[in-house]
């Protein structure tokens, strides 16, 4: 519990994911939800935890590693490093493993593919705040989302197709994570970005309104989020009669406890409780190949050589 509370201090203090007074928050962020939050994250963590650490850590460390390979099999020289915005290794630490090499430019990718200021923009802050520290800045190339590049929706057409033929077909649902509606209502681009992914995905396939849906996952707290939920959803397709669904949460480049746990795990018995009777999650992209080749176009498209 004390390592994901350790994530979680600095995540929930965050402006940019958590906006509210801090005469407000604090108090309820000690005194209520680190300490029941903590608990309970701990426990879920434990029930997809893998020998190399957590799945986010274990597939990025992945997604790393196959990216430097596809780069150098390109005759590109560039070093990869791995940062995570909250937790071990830091932006910082990143930083310093490329300062160490001499480097005097640095592209930015931010595993995410839709923007959202709770997340893009919160990955450009810490960067901000890293570089605040140097004398000598590089030069800064800043990736600020692919949400409708078209290699990214070929690969994501590409999983949903090879699950369809190993498993069969059933109703497709696209589940994005959630940001609270008042972002959205003051410019955040992020529920449009989600639904044109959907939108181009299900175009690829070649799927009619009535064979897809999306929604939003994830919420925490009393205000309203992105709406429709997909918890509230899944209960709602398996009433209309929905027998066989197959999911698949886009905004995600890596898998994590958000997909394999909420969702994997969580959304299953939620479906299946409201009488639906199969269910299959379809796996992020993680390091497949398509995604590798995403992300070696977003780094060429940046600092061609």
Sequence with gaps: ARGVRDFLLPFLSDRRVVDVSRWLWWPLLHGLILPLRSRRVAKAYAQIWQPGGSPLLVVSRQQQQALQASLQAEGRDEPVELAMSYGEPSLNQAWQQLSRQGVTEVLLLPLYPHYSSTTTASVFDGWSQVMAREHRLPDMHFVAGYHDHPLYIAALSQSVRQHWQQSGQGHLLFSFHGIPQRYAQRGDPYALQCQATAQLVAEHLGLSSEQWSLAFQSRFGREPWLQPYTDETLKQLAH?????????????????????EEIAEEG????????????????????????????SALVSAQLPN
């Design 240 to 260: 209309s009669g929905v027998k066989r669904l197959d999911i698949i949460c886009p905004g995600f480049a890596a898998d994590c406890l958000e997909t394999l």
């Design 268 to 295: 299953k018995q939620t479906f299946l409780a409201a009488g639906g009777e199969q269910y299959h999650y379809i796996a992020a992209l993680n390091a497949e190949p398509a995604h590798i080749q995403l992300l």
